[in-house]
């Protein structure tokens, strides 16, 4: 930053006496009237943030939901919370080898076909830089979030395989971290699984399913919450956005890539971070 930019911005400071930046956001919900109905879904790593609100948003739209996870006392709490058109499984993504009996326990419980399967389960050891990974961490994260991804979305797409008629959709959560460099292996992570979503997607759009990935910023969850903190509202924070995203914005926009409003797009990175992964040449302004 040019020493004219500080004089600026300490005057700024001493003008306005702002201590920081506040933003706020107010969620708009568009309530498409059950633009989900009668959808059967399956969200692994449903039963807190991401995963969760997403849950809310597809029955407020009239779907079936399944969440899975690791944690049976918090599946059971969040979807009792989810009412009676919720109900969970059991699940550790990392289990392979269980991910076909898996999807037929979710196919049994809805009476019905899967309609939509959403692999959002992920985790993040946030290292900072390479030097930190660990052999384990490094398969911990590889492990959960793309290889589990990868072989689940397989058995989904063999099992569609078998059925007549499909109309059905697979969506990843990616990250922005996905489209930038990383050296610490989430954001390699993601970007693994952008490359997987646009290449199934080549393959099975024309067998009546679209794969697409939703690519958020930094959220506030369970996940964020060492560097995001928002408890008195305020939801700055230092990036080209100037904020952090709430998880029901990302729901919204979930709910419309599920939905039949989107039949055209298929093998997207849907980015939900008001732009913050893009590179413009003024980069160098931002504060
Ligand atoms: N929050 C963000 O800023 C952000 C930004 C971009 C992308 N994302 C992505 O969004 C997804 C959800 O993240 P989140 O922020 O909602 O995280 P979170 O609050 O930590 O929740 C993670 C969810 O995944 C489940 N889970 C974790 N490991 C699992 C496993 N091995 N098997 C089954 N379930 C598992 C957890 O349930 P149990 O603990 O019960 O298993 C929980 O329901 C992740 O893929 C993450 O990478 C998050």
Redesign the pocket.
Known sequence: MSIKKHIRKIAKFILSSQPEKRVEVNVAQINYNEILKGKNIVI????????YYMARKFISEGANVIV????EE??KKSSKELGVNCSYVV????NISESKSFLEKCMKMFKGKIDCLVC?????LHENIYKNVSENGFDLQFN??FKANYFLAKEYLEMKSKEKNVDASLLF?S??TGNQCYDIPYGMTKAALNSLTRALSRREYKNGIRINAIA????L????SDYADAKDGNLYRNCASDRIFLPEEIAEVACFLLSDASKCISGEIIHCNAGNHLNPFWDEDIE
């Open positions: 692994t790593g449903g039963s807190r943030g991401l995963g899975s996870g690791r944690n918090t599946l699940y550790d993504v990392i959002n389960a992920g985790v993040s959960t979030n959560i990250s922005e958020p910023g930094v959220t969850t369970d996940m964020t």
